[in-house]
């Protein structure tokens, strides 16, 4: 069983297109976390949050905790943008439970 | 500004060998963790830690050995290696759920093959 799930699981955009990336998951938590994974392996934390919306730049994640949804948005994407996006979510219990992950591909 | 350091990048062992993956973080936090990703998987964790001198079980944690001696470091080893233990390793640390709820942060991975 899957705690997290992704979709979709590949994604190719022609730059400037507006992207979502969605979440869902099935435990209670406390918070939720997008990370991003470049082709050469290193993983960073966009986002966390635990309600409502947080903006970074070209990045927009939210969440709806009653429908245990989230949605990573990116405005004018980007080549630069081309990552595999993580969705995660922690609880209580200092467990973290990973989606499989979205892979991007933005074509100039 | 390293951040959380893991060495080695890149190895290969032969199956039975054993070796140890270390973790090095200089943003004094508390918890660490190991997480292994394999092909079509989430990140799955092996061992985690709280603090130093703790040590906890993840989600895999068979065929593998942690220790926690001081608060920057968290070592991972692998006893005797398996070709099921070929997979990328990585670290991560923060200052934990119920502290800050702050998030995780990664190091580059290790690959490692098990011949």
């Known amino acids: 069983k899957n705690e997290v799930e992704q979709s979709p699981q590949n994604l190719t955009a022609q730059e400037g297109e507006f992207i979502t990336i969605n979440c869902s998951y099935s435990?209670?938590?406390?918070?939720l976390h997008w990370l991003q994974q470049h082709p050469g392996g290193g993983i960073v934390s966009l986002f966390m949050?635990?309600?409502g919306k947080k903006k970074h730049g070209r990045l927009i994640a939210t969440i709806n905790i009653q429908e245990k949804h989230s949605s990573l948005h990116i405005t004018a994407s980007h080549p630069r943008d081309s990552a595999v996006y993580i969705c995660?979510?922690?609880?209580?219990?200092?467990?973290?439970?990973f989606g499989t992950g979205t892979s991007l591909t933005v074509i100039p | 500004n390293a951040g959380v350091t893991q060495t080695p990048k890149f190895r290969v062992l032969k199956t039975g060998q054993s070796m140890t993956l270390l973790c090095a973080q200089d943003?004094?936090?508390?918890?660490m963790y190991w997480y292994r990703q394999d092909p079509g998987m989430g990140l799955r964790l092996i061992h985690y830690?709280?603090?130093?001198?703790?040590?906890a079980k993840g989600e895999v944690p068979d065929g593998y050995n942690v220790s926690r001696l001081k608060k920057q470091n968290f070592l991972l080893g692998l006893e005797s290696a398996a070709p099921s233990q070929t997979s990328v390793y990585f670290c991560?640390?923060?200052?934990?759920?119920?502290?800050?709820?702050?998030?995780?942060?990664f190091g580059d991975g290790t690959r490692l093959s098990i011949l």
């Open positions: 991560a640390s923060g200052r934990g759920i119920l502290v800050s709820n702050q998030p995780q942060h």
């Open positions: 949050l635990s309600s």
């Open positions: 995660a979510v922690s609880n209580t219990g200092n467990q973290f439970y």
């Open positions: 435990v209670g938590i406390s918070a």
């Open positions: 943003m004094n936090h508390e918890y």
């Open positions: 830690s709280v603090g130093e001198g703790t040590t």
